[in-house]
């Protein structure tokens, strides 16, 4: 007798289908997003405070650090920026040396779900290398103010580790429980793309 085929698809609060191998643009819903990632904790948990820093809070701080650093962007790149982490909705956060050693299937897996969550909310399936690089600088400093205030590094270890922002910048890391940051993102999220992208 034939095995079924196992399912590669999860169920949304939204009652999307989200297909894991091909995902759909027409199956991605912001609420899904949002509430996947104010219940996903950076640092795998390992974070002081009585709430889990979660990517939805992440994700506003570091569109607000790219805005700081680039003043003249436009609601689309901020988007872009507010974004940047969408895909760990479905796949969670893991930190960069695991990361590493699961090695190109994963980023594979990681880009087709990006290009899936761009195109849904009218970017292009891949964000411009150069736009790229900058929200990457911005998600440094967001680490490293993470590592800094809530992580337990040392600001000794943290020059060892992480990108120091330049003194000018200073963000004030306070996690907030589910709702909140669920609720902070969506605001943000609404504010760009309803301005405009």
């Known amino acids: 007798m034939p095995t079924a085929p196992q399912r590669a698809w999860q169920r949304m609060l939204s009652g999307r289908r989200l297909d894991l191998l091909n995902p759909s643009p027409l199956d991605i819903e912001i609420e899904d997003i949002a509430r996947g ?3 996903v904790a950076r640092w795998n948990g390992q974070t002081s405070g009585d709430h889990a820093f979660s990517v939805a809070e992440h994700s506003v701080i570091v569109e607000d650090i790219f805005f700081q650093l680039n003043p003249e962007s436009t609601n689309r790149e901020r988007l872009a920026a507010l974004l940047h982490d969408a895909p760990e909705y479905v796949i969670g956060d893991m930190i960069s040396p695991f990361k590493s050693a699961l ?3 994963y980023g594979t897996f990681e880009q087709k779900l990006d290009a899936a969550v761009n195109i849904r909310f009218g970017r292009p399936a891949r964000t ?11 998600d440094l400093y967001c680490t490293w103010f993470e590592a800094t205030q809530i992580a337990g590094f040392s600001l000794s270890e943290a020059r060892c580790l992480f990108i120091e922002p ?13 709702k909140g940051a669920e609720t902070v993102f969506l605001e943000r999220f609404h504010a760009l793309f309803d301005a405009g992208v």
């Open 37 to 39: 990632l104010a219940r």
């Open 128 to 138: 411009p290398a150069r736009l790229k690089k900058k929200i990457k600088i911005a």
């Open 103 to 105: 090695g190109l299937d």
């Open 166 to 178: 330049p003194e000018s910048l200073f963000v004030k890391i306070d996690p907030l429980n589910v």
